[in-house]
């Protein structure tokens, strides 16, 4: 499988991975969630050229994770804004932070703490069951094929091992 191919393939890892799956886009993003919408914001904090920033901001607008918004009409100037699509990669975002707090601190505390705005306390981000609500862990998981599943391709039929 070549990287330039992923969107092409049936399994949604793969096609999500064409849109998000460089370190630089997923930096990027980051910033988007911290409140940075303007290039030159994103160029200061990531200390990334500007060939490479500009190439990450244009995929994710033609992606449509990211909108151009003009604040400034003469002369032009354009910031960028999590679409609907790109607000859909928080809890993506959140789990790779806590990962990260999980395995790579060091024993050093964490960065940045996430307070829920609902009940005003410190938390975590946790998986559950869309119909009964249950904490989900990988042993807890089947996979099945899918109605989108290209019959070519291969898929697990048990339960992945953690």
């Not at 064409?18 to 990531?46: H, N, P, Q, Y």
């Not at 069951?129 to 807890?140: I, P, T, Y």
Request: aromatic fraction near 6%.
């Amino acid at each position: 499988m070549r990287w330039e191919d992923l969107d092409k393939q049936p399994c949604s890892m793969s096609r999500t991975l064409s849109v998000v799956g460089d370190r630089w886009t997923l930096l990027v993003l980051r910033d988007c969630f911290l409140g940075i919408r303007r290039f030159e914001a994103f160029e200061k904090r990531l200390g990334i050229t500007r060939h490479v920033l500009a190439d990450r901001l244009k995929k994710l607008v033609e992606a449509g994770v990211l909108v151009r918004v003009a604040y400034q009409q003469k002369p032009l100037r354009e910031e960028y804004r999590l679409t609907e699509r790109g607000r859909d990669l928080h809890p993506v975002m959140l789990a790779l932070v806590h990962w990260g707090d999980k395995h790579m601190l060091g024993g050093r505390s964490a960065p940045v703490l996430h307070r829920h705005v609902g009940c005003g306390q410190l938390m975590r981000p946790v998986m559950v069951c869309s119909e009964c609500g249950e904490a989900v862990h990988a042993r807890d998981v089947t996979v099945e094929t899918g109605p989108g599943w290209d019959v070519n391709g291969v898929i697990p039929e048990r339960p992945i091992e953690g």
